[in-house]
């Protein structure tokens, strides 16, 4: 039974930095000045690591997490951006 519950939270935090990836792509895109791009691009780059790194641990080749990534559907949610962009809080040096 644990091992189910672990699956099934590492499944919801892959889930979650999936759509987080998908959608900051676009952070860089609509920042206004440089510093918000440079923020932009890093947050998106904590994404591509962290949602490719939880794949892996289930067991999903490269192939297959390209798949899971297009099959996201994009909102346009400045909440959810919001949320990814802080849930990366303290992984950047100021």
Known sequence: M????????????????????????????????????????????YWIKESDRLGKKLGRTKEQLELDYLLIEIKADMDLLMDCAKKTKGVFKD
Do not use: N
Request: glycine share 6%; charged share 20%.
């Open 2 to 45: 644990a091992g189910t519950d672990q699956s099934a939270a590492l499944q919801a935090q892959f889930d979650y930095a999936a759509k987080c990836r998908v959608h900051t792509q676009m952070m860089p895109a609509i920042a206004k000045d440089v510093s918000g791009r440079q923020t932009g691009e890093a947050v998106y780059a």
